[in-house]
């Protein structure tokens, strides 16, 4: 029996030992938390990654989760309703798109695999070495392994791929942004919908998935170096943003300081990764480490998904030739969707008060307009039947 190590507990890496425990390979999940991440802010599933977990047989469980946004409004930056529109007709969409709370994909893609696949919680990889008889792993822990792949399914910020192809920096396509997002209790009472606050440069929101006592909270901005030190630095990360939300209103002042309190920061900027191999020797990435396309595009999980089920189908069907097989069905899909992101992003970050008030009275508009269709980079690709 082959033996397989990924790297990350997320979306992709679980995704990605579903399939290959179905088809026989012996697998290992390690993943630096101490645990699953719980709850999170929502994500999309959209397009051919609906196919995909039709096949894994999880569309009723995720149906059930399905959190339906009902309203998303946006601000003036002293808080007055600039427009308020259905979801559907801002983002588009066909109503057959899922919107589930991130924790909650993974921990239904643990939860089916966890009986059959040996899951490593508060550990990582430190050192690996690819030679003719397999992938030697050192863990943090001190444990070492060998074996015959390991994919690295770890995220942006990938620790395999710094590991196999070197320092993040060079494959990290910076958009411009920065982002924080927390839980905070819903003290506006919201039900099912989000409000989006800006200022040229600036937003802050707020999202409730439901109608219970927590929402979630988000600043983002704008800044023209990545903040690469702050990456690892928690309190780096809230003085940063504290400083850059100085003096704003609306919400802005609680938002700032259930970031300070939040034991579920998670700080990133707005990125993507563009790699020109995803492989080499028997490692290879799957995901956001391989090709994150920012949130901007909405297609991160369904990105994962897609490519977990890709490259689990030809890993075991022609082990040889795997890597290089699934790139080259899968890149196009991928680049398509990574292309998104220069369509969408003036919308959610104007950058000056012109821009700002363009996006306002052409969000007015489109509350008059039918819901757009759901885009074809959705549904770019044709998932491979692997039997």
């Known amino acids: ?19 290959l425990r179905r088809r026989g390979v012996e697998v290992t999940v390690v993943e630096k ?44 930056t002293d808080g ?62 001190g444990l070492q392994r060998t074996y015959d792949h390991v994919i690295g399914a770890d995220g942006l910020h990938s620790t395999v791929r710094a590991l ?38 600036r937003a802050a929101a707020l999202y409730a998935v439901g109608s219970g006592e927590n929402v979630h909270g988000f600043l983002s901005f704008a800044r023209d170096e990545a903040p690469f030190g702050a990456f690892r630095d928690p309190e780096a990360q809230r003085d940063l943003v504290a400083s850059v939300f100085a003096g704003d209103g609306w919400e802005v002042p609680r938002l700032v300081e259930s970031l300070r309190a939040a ?27 391989a090709y994150a396309p920012s949130f901007l595009t909405g297609q991160g999980s369904s990105l994962a998904l897609v490519g977990a089920y890709v490259l689990a189908g030809h890993l075991t069907s022609a082990p040889e030739q795997a890597f290089e097989a699934y790139e080259r069905s899968t890149r196009p899909f991928v680049e ?13 970050f104007p950058g000056t008060a012109e821009a700002l008030a363009a996006r306002n009275a052409a969000l007015r508009a489109r509350t008059t307009m039918p819901a757009e269709a759901s885009r074809p980079e959705h549904s770019a690709m044709t998932l491979p039947d692997f039997g």
């Open 1 to 19: 029996m082959s033996t397989v190590l990924i790297s990350g507990a997320s979306i992709a890496g679980p995704a990605l030992a579903f399939w």
């Open 33 to 76: 938390s101490h645990t699953l991440r719980g709850g999170g802010y929502p994500i999309d599933i959209r397009g051919t990654a609906l196919a995909v977990v039709e096949r894994m047989g999880l569309l009723p469980r995720l149906r059930e989760a399905h959190v339906d946004t009902r309203r998303i409004t946006f601000l003036d």
């Open 80 to 141: 007055g309703e600039a427009a308020s529109l259905r979801p559907e007709v801002l983002i588009g969409g066909d109503g057959s798109d899922l919107e589930v709370r991130r924790g909650d994909l993974a921990e239904i893609l643990h939860e089916t695999t966890r009986d059959d696949v040996e899951y490593l919680f508060d550990d990582t990889v430190v050192a690996m070495s690819d030679g003719p008889g397999g992938v030697d792993v050192t863990f943090r822990s």
């Open 164 to 201: 196999t192809f070197g320092p993040e920096e060079q494959f990290h396509r910076y958009l411009g942004y920065c982002f924080a997002g927390f839980t905070m209790p819903n003290h506006l009472g919201l039900d099912h919908e989000a409000l989006l606050w800006n200022e040229p440069g």
């Open 263 to 289: 034991d579920d920061l998670f700080f990133d900027t707005v990125s993507q990764i563009r790699m020109p191999r995803w492989s080499s020797g028997r490692v290879a990435l799957v995901g956001d480490a």
């Open 336 to 348: 398509a969707n990574q292309g998104l992101v220069e369509k969408g992003n003036a919308e959610l």
